[in-house]
């Protein structure tokens, strides 16, 4: 399956992988091999523990440079009064008389329990493009599913910083 991502993400994940080459990389080296002047290997805990260390790094330096081969990149432009990528939501739940706000994300930064939904789960597919007041069905599955409105709708401000602007 291939990701979508922003160009921002994009951003992100080679800044993670320059750090993790420049900075990580040598404090890894260095620790593998204080460890491995501390004599008997067999029995040398922070020899393996840095051993380990290091390979975590490398692996995740492996994954992110295949994440973004392989990554589809997607606009996060939206009319100024829908709902977009990057949007901060708040929607009324009719079912349960309860308000929640979420931040429509892309699928590798979605967060469910941190209020990060992602545009491919059911929620966020539903949410993009709508306006304000629009009341959405969201169906779960053949036999059920719930009635949401949309109650704000906050843009990031696309200027470096994290201003919102609402509507």
Do not use: W
């Not at 994954?63 to 589809?72: P, V």
């Amino acid at each position: 399956m291939r990701n979508e991502v922003t160009k921002n993400d994009i951003k992100k994940m080679e800044e993670e992988i320059e750090y993790r080459k420049l900075v990580v990389r040598k404090e890894a080296i260095q620790a593998v091999k204080e460890a491995r002047a501390q004599g008997d290997l067999s029995e040398n805990f922070e020899y393996y523990a840095a051993k380990k260390d290091k390979n975590k790094n490398e692996s995740r330096i492996r994954y992110l440079e295949r994440m973004i081969k392989t990554a589809i990149i997607v606009s996060d432009d939206s009319k100024e009064d829908e709902v977009g990528l990057n949007n901060t939501v708040t929607v009324y739940f009719e079912e349960d008389d309860a308000c929640e706000t979420y931040k429509l994300v892309t699928t590798v930064r979605g967060n469910s329990l941190g209020g990060l939904i992602s545009i491919e789960s059911p929620l966020g597919k539903e949410l993009l493009g709508h306006k304000v007041n629009d009341r959405i069905y969201i169906k779960v599955n053949d036999t059920y599913g719930y009635y949401i409105v949309i109650k704000n709708i906050q843009k990031t401000v696309d200027d470096g910083t994290d201003k919102l602007r609402s509507y």
